[in-house]
C-alpha cells in the first residue's frame, strides 16, 4: 500500500479561490499527533523486595576473539557498567579441548582473561558445549547430534579440567602439556553453567521419551565431578530457550546435585518482520514464566530458594546463518534488527526489566556486550557505545543489586494505562525513591522499529511525604548514543508531569 507522504504525515488538499480569480492548492495541516495518557499514584506501602542486578554477555568464539585486541578502549565502558557475574559462552573454536588429548586455550581466553579482571570478579561461565569429538557426527553445532557417551562421564572430565584450569592451578592433558589460566591465583571462576539451551542443543527424544530427564542425568554426572576439583563452585542449570519452562518440574523432581542458580533465556522475536506491538506484547510474558519456574521450584524444598536468572535477554534472537540467510527463518534473508539499538530499546528494556523484577529475576544479562547495531551494547568494530549501553548502565545505576541484607521494596501503586505505560516505583534502603515509567505506546499497528506516541504522565507522590531534591532521567530518540543521557534537576514535589515523545523510559529519583 503506498500514499502520498511528506515527513512522515499523510497529505489532504483543499481549493481555495485565489485573488486574481482561479483556484490554487494548499495544504491543510493534519491533526496532531494522538496524545496517551496516564495517571499514576504511588503509595508507602512496600509490596516485595526489588532486588535485580545487571550484566552483559560475551561468546568467545573464532570470529571475536580478538575483540579487546582490536577495541582496548572498550575494557573501560565494560568496568563502568558495573557488571554482576558477566556470562561466558565459548563455543566453536572457543572450546578449548581439540582433541582426546590436546587442549588449545587461545580463542576461549582471548575474551575471558580481561572478563577476569572487570567488574566484580566472578563471571558465569557457561560450559556450552562438550568438544566436537566427544559426538556422534564430531559436530557440536548440530541440533540433531547427541554425545557418545550417554553416561556423560567423558563430559564430566572435560567440565572439571577446566574448573582445574581456572581454579586449581592447571592440569596436564594427555599429551603431557601442563595448561594453568594466566590469571591463576589473583582471579578464578566461581560460578559454572551448565549446558546451552539443552532443549535445542542435543538433548533430544532420540536418547529418551524425556529430554528434561536427559538433561538432569547430564547435570547429577557433571556436578559432582566439578566439585571434586573445587568444592567451593556454584552452579548454574537448565539456562532454558525457547518457552520450556515444561522441563522445570521434571528437573525439580529428578535433580540430585547442587543448584545455586536456574537459568533462562528472552528474546522478543525471531524475525525482523515482527512488529512493534508483537514485540512489545511478548514482555508481560516473561514475567509470568518466571513466576511458572519459581512455582515448579517450589515443589522440592532443596530448590525452594533458588534464584531465577535471565542470562540472555535482547529483543530479537535471529542471525546470519551464512550468505545472509536467517538463521529462524530458513529461506529468508537475514535483516539487521535496529530495534536492538534504537528508541525501541529504550522503552523495551525497562520494560522487560521491569517485569521479570516484579515477578523475583534476580539477575539480568543483557546479549550481548561487543556487537552490531542488533545485539551490542557496543560497536563490534570500533567500540563506538550505542543506545542500549546506556539505558543499561543507568538501570544499573537507579535500581543497584541488594547489598548483603539491605535492598530495595517495590511499592504499591495503580496505574491509569497499563496497557501502555509501564511503571516501576522502587524504595531504596537510604530512604530515596525512583520511580521508572516507560512509553511502549505503538503509534500504528503495522509499525516496526517506529517512534511511538507521546504520552502525558502525570505521577501523584504525595503519600511519600516530602524531599529534598529530584532528579530526571530521559531515554528517547534525541538521546546521544556517544555521551547518553543527562539527570536534570526538578522540583522535588507532587504531582510531577511528565511529557515523553514517543518511545521512551523516564527515571525519577526523589532524595529525602
Known sequence: MKKLVISGLFLSLATLTACGGGTMAVVTPPPPPAVVK??????????????????TSFQPAEWDYQFFQKVPSAITPLANLNPSHIRLQGISQGVPQTSPSSWDFTILDGITQPVLGIGDHSPEFQVAKAP????????????????LDTSYGQFAAYAADLVRYYNKGGFTSTDTVFHVSP???????????????????????????????????????????????????????????????????????????????????????????????????????????????????????TLANVPVWIT?????????????MSAC????????????????FAAWRPYVFSQIGKAGTRLLHHWDFGADAQYGEVDFNTGRLQLSYWVDYWLQRYFPAASGTQFAHL???????NAQIEVLPVENPDGSVVIMVSNHAVASAADNNGKGLTANVTLDTSALGSFTSARELIFDATTSPTNGPTPA????????????????????????
Request: glycine share 4%.
Open 411 to 417: 511499592l504499591q501503586f495503580t496505574n491509569s494505562n
Open 132 to 147: 566436537n569429538f566427544m559426538y556422534t557426527n564430531n559436530d557440536a553445532s548440530s541440533f540433531n547430534d547427541s554425545l
Open 312 to 324: 540472555e535477554n535482547n529483543v530479537n534472537a535471529d542471525f546470519n546463518a551464512g550468505n545472509n
Open 489 to 512: 534537576q526538578i522540583s522535588p514535589g507532587s504531582p510531577i508531569h511528565l511529557t515523553m515523545n514517543g518511545y521512551s523510559s523516564a527515571f525519577i529519583k526523589l532524595v529525602p
Open 38 to 55: 496516564a495517571t499514576v499514584t504511588v503509595s508507602n506501602t512496600p509490596v516485595a523486595p526489588f532486588d535485580v542486578a545487571m550484566s
Open 329 to 344: 527463518n530458513p529461506g529468508q534473508p537475514f535483516v539487521t534488527d535496529l530495534r536492538g539499538s534504537s528508541a525501541f
Open 183 to 301: 590469571a591463576y591465583p589473583n582471579a578464578k571462576i566461581t560460578w559454572w553453567g551448565i549446558y546451552n539451551e539443552p532443549s535445542i542443543n542435543n538433548f533430544t527424544v532420540s536418547t529418551s521419551t524425556n529430554p528434561a530427564l536427559d538433561y538432569t542425568t547430564m547435570y547429577n554426572a557433571v556436578v559432582p565431578a566439578m566439585k571434586s576439583a573445587d568444592p567451593n563452585i556454584k552452579f548454574v542449570a537448565l539456562e532454558m530457550c525457547c518457552s520450556s519452562e515444561n522441563w522445570v518440574p521434571v528437573f525439580a523432581s529428578n535433580v540430585t546435585q547442587q543448584v545455586d542458580a536456574i537459568a533462562t533465556h528472552y528474546y522478543s522475536a525471531c524475525f525482523q518482520r515482527d512488529t512493534d506491538t508483537q514485540l512489545f506484547n511478548t514482555v508481560p510474558g516473561f514475567g509470568a514464566s518466571v513466576q511458572s519456574i519459581y512455582a515448579s521450584l517450589s515443589t522440592n524444598p
